[in-house]
């Protein structure tokens, strides 16, 4: 069976090209353009691992990791942060939280998609 990822992204381009590289590697990829529907669907599906930007509409990618760990359900799900935010003070608030920490301007869809795979493993 296909692993299944969120990906909780606002930018519709890069979330898209992001979606069709998973789809086509034989993922199942469910998606979130803001944190509240990140959380929502962190808490209904059974997800596999979650890639979640910190700068989003309605709610930020802090508040979204905080709520997902929180929560029975989701807790357990491995995150990686796709952001364009690498300032040390950020990459501390999600040290223990997350499995990695991606810089979305030093990366490609394929080197997403490696680190996606080694998290998985």
Request: proline share 3%; hydrophobic share 45%; aromatic share 4%.
């Amino acid at each position: 069976m296909a692993k299944k990822i969120l990906i909780i992204e606002d930018d519709e381009f890069l979330r898209a090209l992001i979606m069709r590289k998973l789809i086509k590697e034989g993922f199942e990829v469910i998606e979130a353009d803001d944190g509240e529907e990140g959380i929502k669907k962190a808490k209904t599906e059974k997800l596999d691992l979650i890639l979640l930007d910190l700068v989003l509409p309605k709610m930020d990618g802090f508040d979204v990791l905080e709520r997902i760990k929180k929560d029975p359900i989701s807790a357990k799900v491995p995150v990686i942060i796709l952001t364009n935010l690498d300032q040390k003070d950020n990459v501390k608030k999600t040290d223990g939280l997350v499995v990695d920490y991606l810089i979305k301007a030093n990366l490609d869809p394929v080197e997403i998609t490696d680190r996606i795979k080694k998290a998985l493993k």
